[in-house]
């Protein structure tokens, strides 16, 4: 991969960006890139797997697999490059992997290993600012979310459930749940929850199967 190739394609994600071509060329130069492939199918980072590196989407669409700590529901969503795979795990009282990352479309993966992301928060100062930046505002959404106001309405309550749980608040989602374990999450009875289910659906902003709730856009039922 040419250098102003791979400078280009650091500069998509927050951790480098503002950093300058001078910076940018100590990087490639002095920092042990991994370059890696996946085809269609194959698990790029698994759920529990050691974070002991940093992963980035530089091509490609994936699927990122989220399963409740319970086992009793999961989410699946679309994502696409660019991507930085839980920069937060890498750190923390529990590094690893909370979700299943696996390839969509051939893709494309830059890794760079922990002790490698040590050298280069010690050296840029703008890394360090970065990555402070991008931890904090996670931690400030979780908050803000945390203490959003419970809807009254089982509908709200719902689409509320579905932004929760999911990465992003836009874009395809596929939940494997059943009726009941959503209405138990809910603390509703389950015939509610069908019918205000089947209203979304012949509004046309989710398709109901069994077992599986299919959202084409999550950003209309948010609308």
């Not at 836009?170 to 069908?194: F, P």
């Amino acid at each position: 991969m040419a250098d102003f190739h791979l400078y280009d394609k650091l500069l998509q994600f927050t951790l480098f960006q503002g950093m300058s071509k001078g910076d940018l060329e100590l990087i490639v130069a002095h920092t042990q890139l991994g370059f890696h492939k996946y085809a269609p199918g194959e698990t790029i980072a698994a759920d529990g797997d050691a974070c002991n590196q940093l992963l980035f989407l530089t091509d490609g669409h994936i699927h990122i697999r989220t399963t409740s700590s319970n086992h009793a529901f999961t989410i699946t969503e679309v994502g696409h490059s660019p991507e930085m795979f839980q920069a937060e795990s890498i750190f923390g009282l529990s590094q690893r992997f909370t979700h299943t990352y696996q390839a969509l479309t051939p893709c494309s993966v830059l890794s760079i290993s922990k002790d490698e992301v040590y050298r280069i928060f010690e050296t840029f100062t703008i890394f360090r600012i970065n990555l402070v930046n991008l931890l904090s505002t996670r931690l400030q959404k979780q908050h803000t979310r945390t203490w959003r106001k419970t809807s009254s309405t089982l509908r709200q309550q719902i689409i509320n459930f579905f932004e929760s749980h999911c990465l992003y608040p836009a874009g395809e989602k596929h939940l494997k749940i059943k009726m009941q374990q959503l209405a138990d999450e809910l603390g509703a009875k389950r015939l509610y929850v069908s019918q205000t289910l089947n209203t979304l659906q012949d509004e046309g902003l989710l398709t109901l199967s069994r077992g599986a709730i299919h959202i084409q856009a999550l950003e209309r039922l948010l609308m």
